[in-house]
């Protein structure tokens, strides 16, 4: 992911929605994306969220955060989870913003 990533960061980085909101998904019909917390098989991983008028798609990123991070930002939201999905935390966007999106020159 991290390759295909690196080609699109321009392109995506101003669809982000840092506080996208998952309750209201499906009423808006809006396009973008936004980082969050996968849990799946009791493993986070760090993903890409893409959301369309039609369906979302999640991919893992192969550059991950340190797993303390991620599980830091689980035990902050426990009772918010929606369906293994979880919200990124503020420490998480700024390691997004300076291992992910830092555009390569």
């Not at 909101?21 to 973008?32: A, L, M, Q, T, Y």
């Not at 990123?61 to 929606?82: G, H, I, K, V």
């Amino acid at each position: 992911m991290r390759g295909v990533l690196n080609m699109v960061i321009p392109i995506i980085k101003p669809l982000i929605e840092w506080d996208y909101d998952f309750n209201n998904e499906f009423k808006n019909r809006e396009r973008g994306y936004t980082f969050v917390i996968d849990v799946w098989e009791c493993k986070p991983k760090l993903a890409l969220y893409k959301f369309t008028p039609f369906g979302v798609k999640c991919d893992h990123l192969d550059q991950q955060p340190p797993e303390e991070m991620l599980q830091s930002a689980l035990r902050e939201q426990t009772e918010n989870a929606q369906d293994g999905i979880y919200k990124i935390s503020p420490e998480l966007r700024s390691w997004i913003e300076k291992n992910v999106l830092q555009e390569e020159s």
